[in-house]
């Protein structure tokens, strides 16, 4: 089952980014550690999901911080999807590997929303 077809109120372009996203996240994920989850409907479970739960809380404000952002969630996954592109996103990484991966993640996205 398509992305489309499971979360229908993501736009075409939102479903994009979902996309990209994973595919950096996994393809870093073989150089460091970032997560266990593997597959589609398990990137869903247990990323996606948590990250559209966050813009149903209606309570984000224009300046967003993650801080231990690690693989990007929520922080990285959220900013690609949010349809408020003025909203700033700040990740919070202490470790230097996973800084320079969000940095390039973001920076691959064409994210200028978002600082590491």
């Given at each position: 089952m398509s992305l489309q077809s499971q979360f229908p109120?993501?736009?075409p372009e939102q479903i994009q980014a979902i996309s990209k996203f994973s595919q950096i996240l996994y393809r870093e994920n073989e150089k460091q550690n970032l997560t266990s989850i593997e597959g589609e409907q398990e990137f869903i479970d247990g990323h996606l999901i948590d990250?559209?739960?966050l813009f149903k809380m209606?309570?984000?404000?224009?300046?967003?911080?993650?801080?231990?952002?690690?693989?990007?969630?929520?922080?990285?996954l959220a900013a690609a999807i949010d349809t408020?592109?003025?909203?700033?996103?700040h990740l919070i990484e202490?470790?230097?590997?996973?800084?320079?991966?969000?940095?390039?993640?973001a920076h691959e996205m064409g994210l200028k929303q978002v600082s590491v």
């Open positions: 109120h993501l736009s990250v559209l739960e209606n309570s984000l404000g224009k300046r967003v911080a993650d801080l231990g952002s690690g693989s990007g969630v929520p922080g990285l408020q592109k003025d909203r700033e996103w202490s470790e230097h590997h996973k800084a320079e991966y969000l940095s390039q993640a």
